[in-house]
């Protein structure tokens, strides 16, 4: 059974920083893309980041870019999402989601989604 936990969410003051992570298990971790999506109170779920198994690959949201950062740790079988210069549109559940491919993690369309993380950033 595949798992996705989340953690890491919390309230923060506009400008401030917060480290997402997301741990798996009961999938090879390793041979996974990963990203991070995220859903504010009456928006869709949108994409956030991506990263490849190998970690070669990244790729952000035009809204998030340079701002974000995706990482991994394979012998941790997590991903991370560091978010700094946070502002209040940031504010949304961040979810964790996981494909062998990284373009079906992009448009959404994997299987295994977290329970999600919230994340507040006061203004």
């Known amino acids: 059974q595949v798992q996705l936990v989340e953690s890491g969410g919390g309230l923060v003051q506009a400008g401030g920083s917060l480290r997402l992570s997301c741990a798996a298990s009961?999938?090879?971790?390793?041979?996974?893309?990963m990203g991070w999506f995220r859903q504010a109170p009456g928006k869709e779920r949108e994409f956030v980041a991506v990263?490849?198994?190998?970690?070669?690959?990244?790729y952000y949201a035009e809204s998030v870019r340079g701002r974000f950062t995706i990482s991994r740790d394979n012998t941790k079988n997590t991903v991370y999402l560091q978010t700094n210069s946070l502002k209040s549109e940031d504010t949304a559940v961040y979810y964790c989601?996981?494909?062998?491919?990284?373009?079906?993690?992009?448009?959404?369309?994997?299987?295994?989604w977290g329970q999600g993380t919230q994340v507040t950033v006061s203004p």
């Open positions: 990263i490849s198994w190998t970690s070669n690959y990244t």
């Open positions: 009961g999938l090879t971790f390793s041979s996974y893309s």
């Open positions: 989601t996981a494909h062998p491919h990284s373009f079906h993690v992009v448009i959404g369309r994997t299987d295994y």
